[in-house]
């Protein structure tokens, strides 16, 4: 059973950074395409980037020039590197793997072709 533990969250101002880390288990890490995701109270679910096994990349256009997404495939590990950050960006951010091995990096998701989920890490983005 793979599992997925997000760090880094924090509270930040405005115009700051912050570095995400997702850490995965399980022989999946390195065949799928690995996503940030963040959720908003009273929002739905939302993919912010996403990036296959070779490195390519995907965003959406709320984050694209201010979010990295990169990943250690060695360590089974997954970052989002946020820079410029704004009040909207505040959410709990989950990572997770696409359900199906070999995809193509892709800029939006509902979720429901993602999985398993960690527990989140919140960030917090003061004005």
């Known amino acids: 059973q793979a599992q997925l533990v997000e760090s880094g969250g924090g509270l930040v101002q405005a115009g700051g950074s912050l570095k995400l880390s997702c850490a995965a288990s399980g022989s999946f890490f390195t065949i799928h395409v690995m996503a940030w995701f963040r959720q908003a109270p009273g929002k739905e679910r939302e993919l912010v980037a996403s990036i296959n096994r070779s490195g390519s990349t995907k965003y959406a256009d709320a984050v694209k020039g201010r979010f990295t997404i990169s990943r250690d495939n060695a360590e089974n590990t997954v970052y989002l590197q946020m820079i410029s950050l704004k009040p909207e960006d505040t959410a709990v951010y989950y990572c997770?793997?696409?359900?199906?091995?070999?995809?193509?990096?892709?800029?939006?998701?509902?979720?429901?072709?993602?999985?398993?989920w960690g527990q989140g890490t919140q960030v917090t983005v003061s004005s």
């Open positions: 997770a793997p696409q359900v199906f091995p070999g995809g193509s990096a892709v800029a939006s998701s509902d979720g429901s072709d993602f999985g398993p």
